[in-house]
T-cell receptor
Framework: GDSVTQMEGPVTLSEEAFLTINCTYT??????LFWYVQYPGEGLQLLLK?????DKGSNKGFEATYRKETTSFHLEKGSVQVSDSAVYFC????????????FGSGTQLTVLP | DADVTQTPRNRITKTGKRIMLECSQT?????MYWYRQDPGLGLRLIYY???????NKGEISDGYSVSRQAQAKFSLSLESAIPNQTALYFC???????????????FGPGTRLTVL
């Protein structure tokens, strides 16, 4: 079945540091790929998504590119802020009628001032 | 007002008790989902529903049941709660293709359930 493998955390960075959180997937066909963010005490929010190979999703300074050849969707941000501290989940969705999301285990990011 | 709401937000119960978690949405979406979140395991799908008459089991449905009372309401029940059902529970919704867009799901704030 489908699966998502995500870089294990926790990750601790200083403000303005460069962020990379690795995500690779296994799926039949060509899934859609997502990054969701969970701030403390809240539900998950969609951060960005990409629906086909070579698409780049971007939002709030975060970017991720759908790489079919390496089955990856790594999340990057050039300069993190304290307010980016959260748990980040990589996920994929099949494009069949079910459109179920399969999540990675999540990566806790802490940004220190 | 939030688009997806869950009640209660926190609940402590005892082993063997029946408990219901409720979810309501104002997004007009047809599809609704229940997940549980455990540390280090991400989110796992319990049940999902495409409309009022369509209920489907997810990855970890054992010990749970659901009811889709209306398009906007989807409740999760634990008939006889056990301690390993202690977790954070999330409800989510999505529209059909072309509306919510390629599987995008929208999540409620979660219910923290503790079974003693």
């Amino acid at each position: 079945g489908d699966s998502v493998t995500q870089m294990e955390g926790p990750v601790t960075l200083s403000e303005e540091a460069f962020l990379t959180i690795n995500c690779t997937y296994t799926a039949t066909g060509y899934p859609s790929l997502f990054w969701y963010v969970q701030y403390p005490g809240e539900g998950l929010q969609l951060l960005l998504k990409a629906t086909k190979a070579d698409d780049k999703g971007s939002n709030k300074g975060f970017e991720a590119t759908y790489r079919k050849e390496t089955t990856s969707f790594h999340l990057e941000k050039g300069s993190v802020q304290v307010s980016d501290s959260a748990v980040y989940f990589c996920a994929l969705s099949d494009k069949g009628s079910a459109r179920q999301l399969t999540f990675g285990s999540g990566t806790q990011l802490t940004v220190l001032p | 007002d939030a688009d997806v709401t869950q009640t209660p937000r926190n609940r402590i119960t005892k082993t063997g008790k029946r408990i219901m978690l409720e979810c309501s949405q104002t997004k007009g979406h047809d599809r609704m989902y229940w997940y549980r979140q455990d540390p280090g395991l991400g989110l796992r799908l319990i049940y999902y529903s495409f409309d009022v008459k369509d209920i489907n089991k997810g990855e970890i449905s054992d010990g749970y049941s659901v009811s889709r009372q209306a398009q906007a309401k989807f409740s999760l029940s634990l008939e006889s709660a056990i301690p390993n059902q202690t977790a954070l529970y999330f409800c989510a919704t999505s529209g059909v293709a072309g509306t919510g867009g390629a599987g995008t799901q929208y999540f409620g704030p979660g219910t923290r359930l503790t079974v003693l």
